[in-house]
């Protein structure tokens, strides 16, 4: 102790986990683009198996790889779709053996859905 005061030195406050020190983002669903948003998301994790060229032996013959594949399937398999990239309901879970996709993504996807499949 020093003058009654006691000296800490180099010690501060400091969290030990990334994410508490810094929250992620909110995740914007405002208005949702397919080419800047939803076709880079599927094509980080669906196009592996559901491109055009590689659909019929690794994806059940599901083609993503398109706005028109893509809403061609929506319009048929909406509900199928939802429960594949949510983990939920019976659908088999999306990717497959990969990981969930991030809450955010998949909130991207679901919000360019309800907004009506824009090719925008």
């Known amino acids: ?8 030195g180099g010690f501060g406050c ?12 909110p995740c914007d ?13 599927l094509e980080a994790s669906c196009y592996g198996c559901h491109a055009a060229d ?3 032996t690794a994806g059940a013959g599901i083609v993503l790889d398109s706005h028109a594949a ?7 398999f909406e509900n199928l ?10 659908a088999s879970k999306m990717p497959k053996g990969g990981q969930k996709l991030e809450a ?6 679901l919000a360019w859905i309800r907004q009506g499949k824009l090719d925008n």
């Open 29 to 41: 669903t405002v208005a949702v683009s397919y080419s800047l948003e939803v076709k880079p998301i």
């Open 104 to 109: 955010c993504s998949i909130q991207k996807i």
């Open 70 to 76: 893509l809403t061609g399937f929506l319009s048929g």
């Open 54 to 56: 590689v659909a019929e």
């Open 14 to 25: 400091r969290f030990d986990k990334e994410e508490l020190k810094y929250p992620p983002p």
């Open 81 to 90: 779709f939802t429960e594949a990239i949510t983990h939920t309901g019976s």
């Open 1 to 8: 102790m020093v003058g009654g005061l006691s000296i800490l």
